[in-house]
T-cell receptor, first 113, second 116 residues
């Protein structure tokens, strides 16, 4: 059972463009939603995270939008740069269950110069 | 501070063998989690340890086991290896100072296990 569904699987965007990645979850007990960025040969690194009582969170060029009623959240990468080329994973956590991250399938983003 | 370190970085084993992977968390971190990453199944949670106790376990067979030592270092063991166990095994540590709740997890570079 895939509890967090992520789309698209891959994305090509021109430098300066906007990358948009969408995730949907099923378990309403999830109460923390982080996004991770992974470069080849490296482990995932936390990019930005949001809690369901907030509809939007922005950190630099990265913004999370959260729709609790639709059980969906998305990552927007503004002014995409070649250095943003990586695989992005959304995740969900049920805090009372500790540090167990339930990941989406990942989106490979390629930013063309 | 040094990041999460994992050893070895690469490992080749044959079916039926067993393997032990090691993880050293960031200094001061008490929680260590393990994840398996494969192209087909993505990132899947294996287990979490806090203060030498397993706090959480994913849906993996009993061939996958782990432990944590008093210095927070952790090992995971896979017995009777199968071809499908070929994966990148990631360790993550977090500064969590109590058994419950969640906080930022910092991942190591992983151990690439190939089973022939």
């Amino acid at each position: 059972q895939q509890q967090v569904k992520q789309s698209p699987q891959s994305l090509i965007v021109q430098k300066g463009g906007i990358s948009i990645i969408n995730c949907a979850y099923e378990n309403t007990a999830f109460d923390y939603f982080p996004w991770y960025q992974q470069f080849p040969g490296k482990g995932p690194a936390l990019l930005i995270a949001i809690r369901p009582d907030v509809s939007e969170k922005k950190e630099g060029r990265f913004t999370i939008s959260f729709n609790k009623s639709a059980k969906q959240f998305s990552l927007h990468i503004m002014d995409s740069q070649p250095g943003d080329s990586a695989t992005y994973f959304c995740a969900a956590v049920f805090k009372a269950a500790g540090n167990k991250l339930t990941f989406g399938g990942g989106t490979r983003v390629l930013v063309k110069p | 501070k040094a990041g999460v370190t994992q050893t070895p970085r690469y490992l080749i084993k044959t079916r039926g063998q067993q393997v032990t992977l090691s993880c050293s968390p960031i200094s001061g971190h008490r929680s260590v989690s393990w994840y398996q990453q494969t192209p087909g199944q993505g990132l899947q949670f294996l287990f979490e340890y806090f203060s030498e106790t397993q706090r959480n376990k994913g849906n993996f067979p009993g061939r996958f086991s782990g432990r944590q030592f008093s210095n927070s270092r952790s090992e995971m063991n896979v017995s009777t290896l199968e071809l499908g166990d070929s994966a990148l095994y990631l360790c993550a540590s977090s500064p969590r100072n109590r058994a419950g709740g969640t906080d930022t997890q910092y991942f190591g570079p992983g151990t690439r296990l190939t089973v022939l």
